[in-house]
């Protein structure tokens, strides 16, 4: 079904197409090697709606910086773990980001795994996670707590990417707090924009009180279907919203996410050649090109 996605994202080069956020299609260069690494950029992506496609950007768009000679640590901020367990990582018998959290005076670094993908770091989380909130209220600085944790490991990282989990509390604020950017992926459903208004005050009420600089770094259409009318007014709509915010980059509906989830492996190893595979590299190449990745 999905699996033979159309539209701009595949078009080929001896075309001038439109792309589907409406702005002409381009390439982006592959990202010139670094000479060295750090300190790293940090981007949350945040979103308060479930199943919107956070935690598979975050894999996917990890490994791709990854693949492009970034050194790249995913920071799994979701008590279903689901970052972790896609990633192939085991949490049940290992430190995870809670105990990261809750001890100011551990190391980092015996909570950082290795993941199978070549210079891609995972800080897993488990439902212990689910815990944090109710012991960092009465913490000092309690928004500044995953800040401070990640300060210690920045240096090594070109990037380190947060998958928030679907809510706006206290987490969500520590992982903006935490940001020098954030993303917003939307699916291209129903009701895309509902909510969207309450994640885009609570980024400026973090900017007002919490971190002054932090950044829109861009909305991800996520879960488009160049063949529906629908998916295709929803995009445009969401382009009304966000304008030039809105990533040229669009991610594909296509069943070959839920079957790399599965594997424990990003889409980029399980299925290299595949669409959704191209789209997240891209993505990848989009964000160095707009400077928000080194
Ligand atoms: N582009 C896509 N096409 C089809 N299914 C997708 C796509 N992106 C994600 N999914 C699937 O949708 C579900 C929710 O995605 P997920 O990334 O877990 O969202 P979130 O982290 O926002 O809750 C997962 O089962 C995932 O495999
Ligand atoms: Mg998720």
Known sequence: MAGSKRGATTASENETPIGPTGRPYRG???????????????????????????????????????????KVLAVDFDP??????????????????????????????????????????VIPANIDLSAAEVHLVNEVAREQ????????????YDVILIDCQPSLGLLTVNALTASHGVIIPLECEFFALRGVAMLIETIDKVRDRLNPTIALDGVLATMYDARTLHSREVLERVVDA???????????????????????????????EHAAAQAYLRLARELVARGAVA
Do not use: W
Not at 38 to 67: D, E, M, Y
Not at 81 to 98: C, F, M, N, R
Not at 101 to 120: C, G, I, Q, T, W
């Open 145 to 156: 707590t995953l800040a401070r944790a990640l300060r210690k490991v920045a240096a090594d």
């Open 28 to 70: 982006f260069p592959t990202p010139p090697k670094l000479d060295g690494h750090g300190p790293a950029r940090i981007i949350a992506l945040c979103n308060q709606k479930g199943g919107v496609g956070k935690t598979t950007t975050t894999i996917n768009l990890a490994a791709s910086l990854a693949g492009y000679g970034r």
């Open 80 to 121: 279903q773990g689901a970052l972790s367990a896609g990633l192939g990582i085991q949490t049940h018998d290992i430190p995870t980001i809670y105990d990261l959290l809750l001890d100011s005076k551990r190391d980092p670094y015996e909570v950082v795994v290795a993941s199978r993908v070549e210079n891609l770091d």
């Open 242 to 272: 966000f304008g030039d915010d809105v990533l040229e980059t669009v991610i594909g509906r296509t069943v070959k996410f839920p079957d790399a989830s599965v594997s424990g492996m990003p889409i980029t190893e399980f299925a290299p």
